[in-house]
Every structure is written in C-alpha cells, then in structure tokens.
C-alpha cells in the first residue's frame, strides 16, 4: 500500500515554505534579468551615482562578502548566515515609505523617486553591533535630515517612529510558532538626533543597491548607536509626541534601553562592551579593538546628550 499517512512522511521531504519562496525568487531574478538584457534602457542592478562624504572614516573597509554575509536580520532567521540566503525572498519593487503623525505634509515616497530627487552619498561608518563584533561599510545614502525637512513637522513632533516591513508571506521569521520579537520591528530616535546629519537613510552599500539581507530597498544608518537602531527595509516613518515603543526594549528592556548610544562603559547584562571584534580580521590571535564612546563620532554627537545620565538612559 503506497498511501502515507503524515506521520510517515520525513520533515525532510517537505519543502520549508521558504525554501519554496527563493525558488520562486530566483526565477523571478533570472526572468528580470533576461528583461534588462533585452532592453539597455531599463534599469535592473544599476549602480549608484554617489559623492563623498567629509565623514566617512579612513579605516580599511570590511569586504563586501562579509558585510553581505553575515547579518542580523530576524526576520529571515537568528543565525547570522540566514538572511543572505533567505532574504531573497522578499520583494523590494515597488516599494514605498509612508510618512506621517505630526507633520504638515505627510506623504508615501517611492524609493525609486527618493534615489532620484535625493542628494546620495557614499559614507564610511563603522557599524558596532551590541554582540561585540563591528565592521566598516561604504553605505550609499541620503541624510534623514533632507526627509525630515521635506515633511514639515509640527512643533509637538518630538520623537521619530520607524517601521519595517510586516510580510508573513515573505518573511518567514514571522510564520514562526515561537517568535523572537513582537513584530513588525520597530525603532525610534528623538527627532534631535534623527536632525543629525550623521544619520542617514541608505539605499544601497559599496556603490550598488542594498542587498535584501542588508536592509533593502532602504534602511537606517546610526552610526553612533548599536547595530540594532539601523532598522531595516522601513515602511513607515511616523512623527509622534511620545517616546516610542521599540523592538527590542520591548523585548528585553533591562538589555536594550531606547537610546542605545555605543558606551564602553555600560555593559550589557551579556556582552562587554569595552571592546570589539572586527569581522574579517581573522586568526585566534587578533587583537580586539577598544570600543570608543559613541562608537568614535562623539565630536558630533555628544552634545545631544549633555545633562543626560547615560547609564540610566542607555
Ligand atoms: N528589521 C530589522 N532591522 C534590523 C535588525 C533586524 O533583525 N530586523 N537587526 C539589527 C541589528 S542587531 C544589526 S547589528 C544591524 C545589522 O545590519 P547589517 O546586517 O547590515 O550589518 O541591523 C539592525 N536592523
Ligand atoms: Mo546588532
């Protein structure tokens, strides 16, 4: 009798639903492709016109294959390789960013429209993750600053609200029966530090659109705060009067506070955060860096800060 019942069939023999996704991706990509190939004017991988930056940092930058390889993205899984292979499959075109709550002139942006009508420039910032690892990543990006400012906030807006995107479908971090945080992930800054012009959107990193497990088609960068303030694939910015929830504070609030300012003084209940490892510095040997307030743009940064305790507020 060839009838199986469930029980008899292997987990193995089941296609993960996300295993099924990329396929469907990796078609769609190939179809693409051979539609770019076919027609020069259209505009599939194009790179990234961008200028430079005076606060880019002059440190040996960390090679694509790692910062496209090793990633936090929960969405796609919690082991650092998952993102890069499932990731594929979401999908980033079209894509559009609401912006809204108190402002005067709320609006969706296209991404593609925010490329074309945005100032985009390559800058080199070190991204220090709470873990303990950090790299140096060329970002190709605009300063928040110019969004903001095409929006008009209202005097009442004191913080900033981002969100990323919500696609179970896509997603399958979000199919899972025991989920690692209460998602959509969202984060938030306060709309001084969202000002900082050191803080930006990116939209794409070592001159080539954003890789989908590095936050495509658009992201936060700042580089002053640990990794997990970088939200990725955002959807929707809001401004609002109140401290907003965040990801992770709500997750495990004694380990990550709202503001998250690189400090090697206040350590996490897990991690020291005295020093760092560099991704791609390999050998048992190789001496971690020491973390620097901050994560080194203190210079820029610290006065938003002044008056504030800073083990209380980290
Ligand atoms: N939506 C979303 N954004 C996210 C995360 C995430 O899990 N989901 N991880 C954060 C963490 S902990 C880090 S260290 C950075 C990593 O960015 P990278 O993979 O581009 O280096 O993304 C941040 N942004
Ligand atoms: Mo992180």
Redesign the pocket.
Known sequence: MLIRRPSDILPSEITPRSVYLNRRQLMGGAAGLAFAAGFPGSSGAASLTTVKSPFSTDEKLTGRED?TS??????FGVAKEA?ATYAKSLKTTPWTVKVDGLVGKPAEFSVDDLIKTSTLEERIYR?R???GWS?V?PWDGFALADLIKRVEPLGSAKYVAFE?ANRPEEMPGLQSMFPV?DW??V?GLRLDEAMNPLAILAVGLYGDPLPN???API?LVVPWK????????ITRISFVEKQPET?WNRQASDEYGFYANVNPSVDHPRWSQKTERRIGEGGLFVKRRPTLPFNGYAEQVAQLYSGMDLRKFY
Not at 226 to 233: A, N, R
């Open positions: 910062v090793y990633n936090n993205y929960y969405e993102p991204l993750c709470v873990e790299m990543i990323t945080l959509p992930y984060e497990q590095n936050g992201r640990y990794g997990f303030k970088s939200i990725k694939s990801s």
